[in-house]
Structures are given as C-alpha cells and as structure tokens.
C-alpha cells in the first residue's frame, strides 16, 4: 500500500475515498451483516445480508456438529466482498437499494466499546452488539475517529 504524503512531506495524506470494515452488528434479534465506512461527523453501515440471531443461539446452546449446522442454515455467514465503493456519495446510493443499511451520526453516538467483555455501540438510544468483534483494523481507525469527534469510547488504546 502506498502512503500519500501532504505537500510538507511530514505527515500522511488520508486515503481517497472511503474504506469499507467487514462488520456484523445485532439490534436485538436482528443481525446484519455488511460493511462500515467512516466518513467526517458519521459512521455508514452498507448491509449486505440480514438474519435472524435466534438460530445462532440455539445453535450455540447444543453445540457440537448439530449447533454448528443450525447456526450455519440460520446465519449466512460473514459479509460479502469488499464492495467497489471509494465517495460518500456512492455509499449514501448503495445504501438507499440495500435494506437494513444505515448512517451513525457522531452525536447520536453515546458510547463504542470494544473490550474483553463488551462489544457494543450505544447509538440513538439502542445497544448495537457486535458479536463477531471489530477487525484491528477496524479498531485502529475507529479509536481516532471517536477521539475526533467525541465520541466516548472504551478498549481502543
């Protein structure tokens, strides 16, 4: 990956466009999978499957061969390819067509948390699980972009 350098050569340039973070998020016992973009002042979730969490748990409580085949027909796995989306205004479009998509504004945003044992974001009055975790990828960006605009944040350093 080749790094931009501003004019004064001394501190890097951001990336064009917007990178896209796998993420799985639950609201409930709804779970959507997609990717998360973050842009100045919000969050943009682009949903690229939904389903349901109930199959997970069950699953999960019987364990062994027969959990893991009902968590596979119940859940539909992690979010698809990286989809070709590098403006703001391309993701704002995607997201109009993909249901279950959705935009975090940085002030609704009461709390992300990513510890041990809390993997949450406290948005708009709901509690957004993350029940696969962020990638480290994921918590390196979004760390500073909390501190930026702050947005109180636990595990990120």
Same mark, same amino acid.
């Given at each position: 990956?080749?790094?931009? @350098?501003?004019p004064?050569?001394?501190h890097?340039?951001?990336?064009? %466009?917007?990178i896209?973070?796998p993420?799985? @998020?639950?609201l409930?016992?709804?779970r959507?999978?997609g990717?998360?973009?973050?842009?100045?002042? *919000?969050m943009?979730?682009?949903?690229?499957?939904?389903? %349901?969490?109930?199959?997970?748990?069950? $699953?999960?409580?019987? $364990?062994?061969a027969i959990?893991?085949?009902?968590?596979?027909?119940?859940?539909? %796995?992690?979010? %698809?390819?990286?989809?070709?989306?590098?403006?703001e205004?391309?993701v704002?479009?995607v997201?109009?067509q *993909?249901?279950?998509?959705?935009?975090?504004?940085a002030s609704?945003?009461?709390?992300?948390k990513?510890?041990?044992?809390?993997r949450?974001?406290?948005?708009?009055?709901?509690?957004?699980?993350?029940p696969?975790? @962020?990638?480290?990828?994921?918590?390196l960006?979004?760390?500073?972009?909390?501190?930026?605009h702050?947005?109180?944040n636990k595990?990120?350093?």
């Amino acid at each position: 990956m080749t790094t931009l @350098m501003t004019p004064d050569q001394t501190h890097p340039a951001p990336p064009p %466009g917007l990178i896209p973070f796998p993420l799985t @998020m639950q609201l409930k016992m709804k779970r959507y999978y997609g990717h998360l973009f973050l842009a100045a002042g *919000r969050m943009y979730f682009v949903c690229d499957k939904q389903g %349901g969490a109930w199959a997970a748990a069950i $699953g999960q409580g019987l $364990g062994g061969a027969i959990g893991g085949a009902i968590v596979a027909l119940g859940t539909p %796995g992690a979010a %698809g390819d990286v989809p070709p989306i590098v403006d703001e205004l391309t993701v704002q479009q995607v997201m109009a067509q *993909r249901p279950g998509s959705f935009v975090l504004e940085a002030s609704q945003i009461s709390m992300i948390k990513h510890t041990v044992f809390w993997r949450l974001i406290k948005w708009n009055g709901n509690t957004i699980g993350l029940p696969q975790g @962020m990638s480290k990828a994921l918590k390196l960006a979004i760390g500073p972009w909390a501190k930026y605009h702050g947005v109180p944040n636990k595990g990120f350093g």
